[in-house]
């Protein structure tokens, strides 16, 4: 649970979004609040999914993400009203 009553996205929706969001700006970058241990890289690394779009193609990519880690305030994140 994160503050205001928000939620975490669980790691598989945020991944099929990438199947449906068909018609995000180019440039727009979506970062995902998953759960901080749902997806771990082969070096014990956490990362959190983002959905982006340029050069004509869409992405979903992930990104390093640690309990310290600082975000900049421009950045969207995507999570569960419940």
């Not at 068909?22 to 690394?45: C, H, K, N, Y």
């Not at 959905?51 to 569960?80: C, M, Q, R």
Request: charged letters at 20%; glycine letters at 6%; proline letters at 9%.
């Amino acid at each position: 649970m994160i503050s205001e009553g928000l939620e975490l996205v669980p790691p598989e929706v945020a991944i099929n979004c990438r199947f449906y969001y068909d018609e995000q700006p180019v440039g727009e970058w979506l970062r995902f609040a998953t759960p901080m241990d749902a997806m771990i890289d082969s070096d014990g690394v956490q990362h959190l999914p983002k959905l982006g779009k340029a050069l004509g193609l869409y992405f979903i990519e992930t990104y390093w993400s640690y309990k310290d880690a600082v975000f900049h305030p421009h950045n969207e994140f995507v999570v569960v009203i419940p």
